[in-house]
């Protein structure tokens, strides 16, 4: 299983505009970072999914990321989760 980077970029729908969004997310499978991005958006602004637009989405290599986190977290050697 090869972990990738996903940047997605959409528009949602806030009060009366329509913003604009990019989301990068580490995701196994384009599936599950669409699914993080809805529900990263949804949780941040109250957006029900039927009112975010996803515009375009594209695998990206760790060259081209901006956010740092996602850097750190795609270059770990092992990420342990307890539950």
Request: charged share 30%.
């Amino acid at each position: 299983m090869q972990v990738k980077i996903y940047r997605i970029m959409c528009h949602v729908r806030i009060g009366n505009n329509w913003q604009k969004y990019t989301i990068e997310t580490p995701a196994i499978k384009l599936a599950d970072a669409l699914e993080k991005a809805h529900s990263l958006i949804g949780s941040k602004h109250k957006v029900p999914r039927n009112l975010i637009r996803i515009l375009d989405i594209k695998e990206v290599s760790l060259d081209e990321v901006k956010k740092k986190e996602v850097i750190l977290l795609r270059t770990l050697g092992k990420l342990v989760i307890f539950r």
